[in-house]
């Protein structure tokens, strides 16, 4: 899960997997769209440039993630579980 910011700046958790689309139309007014229906949408207060970023950001953790988890004790196993807890918003920076 990906943590959000709502323009009230109360945050939100939303699955990478559920985002189908992202659009921008005013300033610090990002609408992020899951699922197939254009309906089911939030407004959030990052640009789609960084929703993006952390979609991807995200997806290359998990990957990174469950390859490493092989080798359970390994520093690449680490470095990408405390990438997806850093996008969850539950650490301040990613260990590099």
């Known amino acids: 899960m990906i943590r959000f910011t709502k323009p009230d700046g109360n945050s939100f958790y ?3 997997e559920a985002i189908s689309a992202t659009s921008h139309k005013f300033p610090g007014e ?5 699922g197939s229906t ?10 789609p440039e960084e929703v993006v970023r952390k979609i991807m950001e ?6 990174v993630h469950q390859v490493a988890a092989s080798e ?5 196993e680490r470095s990408a579980f405390s990438g997806l807890l850093w996008l969850a918003g539950l ?3 990613p260990d590099e």
């Not at 990002?30 to 899951?34: A, E, F, G, N, Q």
């Not at 995200?58 to 990957?63: A, D, I, L, S, T």
């Open 14 to 16: 939303v699955s990478a």
């Open 30 to 34: 990002t609408r992020i769209y899951v």
């Open 38 to 47: 254009i309906d089911d949408c939030f407004v959030v207060t990052e640009s």
């Open 58 to 63: 995200y997806k290359r953790y998990r990957m």
């Open 72 to 76: 359970l004790d390994s520093d690449e």
């Open 91 to 93: 650490e301040d920076t």
